[in-house]
T-cell receptor
């Protein structure tokens, strides 16, 4: 079965640079969630989209923005990167009427 | 508001012995509860979920969990541990229903170590 695809899998950036993370949900899934997992921490919800509209917002810095496109893929844009942004970023997709989120493998971002 | 507390940050068992990973939740409504597993450098895999149906939930790889409303608990168990079970386990709570507001709240995680 098709799973959630995230790209890139690994990313190294310098401070103050920008990064774009992409998420391709499971086909027919209309909802996408982004989570950030810092070293040794549990995943923290950042933001979610349903039918291309932002549906909820968590602890996402103002330097980050995200959107969901017409094909339901989502992109997380991160600007003015800081050392503390180094983390594993997960995307999860869901069919809204179901109750299960399926996670991608994550993008590991390292900011130097 | 909702929160999850995993009572043990580390659990160590011998192969072939039972596994118990403890989770308590707090929620102002009847939540949906999940257990996810994360192997090193891997993504999160769903083990099982409770969504107000049967209180004893069976998942993959022989795991099961029992929802106890009176104790606000959702402990994960497995009768016999296998070496491949070594991973980090997250107890997760979500608002009920398949809405677009299913923001997951994770517990702090329990690292399971399995000794030969």
């Amino acid at each position: 079965a098709a799973g959630v695809i995230q790209s890139p899998r690994h990313l190294i950036k310098e401070k103050r640079e920008t990064a774009t993370l992409k998420c391709y949900p499971i086909p027919r899934h209309d909802t996408v969630y982004w989570y950030q997992q810092g070293p040794g921490q549990d995943p923290q919800f950042l933001i979610s989209f349903y039918e291309k509209m932002q549906s909820d917002k968590g602890s996402i810095p103002d330097r980050f923005s995200a959107q969901q496109f017409s094909d339901y893929h989502s992109e997380l844009n991160m600007s003015s990167l800081e050392l503390g942004d180094s983390a594993l970023y997960f995307c999860a997709s869901q069919l809204a009427e179901q109750e299960t989120q399926y996670f991608g493998p994550g993008t590991r971002l390292l900011v130097l | 508001a909702q929160s999850v507390t995993q009572l043990d940050s580390h659990v160590s068992v011998s192969e072939g012995t039972p596994v118990l990973l403890r989770c308590n939740y707090s929620s102002s409504y009847s939540p949906s509860l999940f257990w996810y597993v994360q192997h090193p450098n891997k993504g999160l895999q769903l083990l099982l979920k409770y969504t107000s149906a049967a209180t004893l939930v069976k998942g993959i790889n022989g795991f099961e969990a029992e929802f106890k409303k009176s104790e606000t608990s959702f402990h994960l168990t497995k009768p016999s541990a296998h070496m491949s079970d070594a991973a980090e386990y997250f107890c997760v709570v979500s608002p009920p229903g398949g809405t677009s507001y299913g923001k997951l709240t994770f517990g702090q995680g329990t690292i399971l170590t399995v000794h030969p």
